[in-house]
C-alpha cells in the first residue's frame, strides 16, 4: 500500500469533514512552533500569514466577517497547496451536525485563537524596531 498521499483541495472542502490525521498533524506542529516563537505570523487586512522553511499558511478573512473569523485556511508548499479547509462552523447545519468536534477544526480553532494573539502588522513591528535603537 502506497503512502502516497493526495493534496487537499477545494473539493476536499466541500466533503463532509473527517480529520485526516496528517492534516491534524501538520496543524499541531503549526501550533507548536508558533508557542515556541520560530513561527511568526504578520497580520494584514485580509487576514494573518506566516512562512518558515518552504511552508506558507494563511488565515484568510471574508472581507464583511468580525476579526475574530477566519474564511478559510490553507497551507502551501513548493509541491502546492497541501492543506485548504474552509471555515464552515458558523453555519447552523454544520454546528448542530458536529462540525465544531472534528480534530481539524478544533486544531484550526486553537491554531486561529493563538495567531489572533501574536499576530504582528506593520504598526507593530514599526514600534519594536524603534524600540530596539
Keep these: 500500500m502506497s503512502d ?6 477545494s473539493e476536499h ?5 473527517h480529520a485526516d490525521p496528517h492534516e491534524v498533524e501538520l496543524v499541531r506542529k503549526l501550533i507548536a512552533k508558533t508557542n ?7 497580520r494584514s487586512k485580509g487576514g494573518y500569514q506566516a512562512s518558515a522553511s518552504g511552508v506558507f499558511a494563511s488565515f484568510s478573512k471574508a472581507a464583511d466577517a ?3 473569523t477566519w474564511a478559510r485556511f490553507y497551507v502551501n508548499t513548493t509541491e502546492g497547496t497541501i492543506l485548504n479547509v474552509e471555515n464552515r ?7 448542530l451536525g ?3 468536534r472534528d480534530p481539524l ?3 484550526l480553532r486553537e491554531l486561529f485563537a493563538l495567531v489572533t494573539k501574536v499576530g504582528e502588522g ?12
Design 13 to 17: 472542502v466541500e466533503q463532509e469533514m
Design 105 to 107: 477544526s478544533l486544531a
Design 89 to 95: 462552523s458558523n453555519r447552523p447545519l454544520e454546528i
Design 36 to 42: 515556541e516563537g520560530k513561527l511568526r505570523w504578520n
Design 122 to 133: 506593520a504598526v507593530d513591528r514599526a514600534i519594536k524596531a524603534l524600540d530596539s535603537i
Design 98 to 100: 458536529g462540525f465544531k
Design 66 to 68: 468580525p476579526s475574530e
Design 4 to 9: 502516497e498521499r493526495t493534496p487537499a483541495t
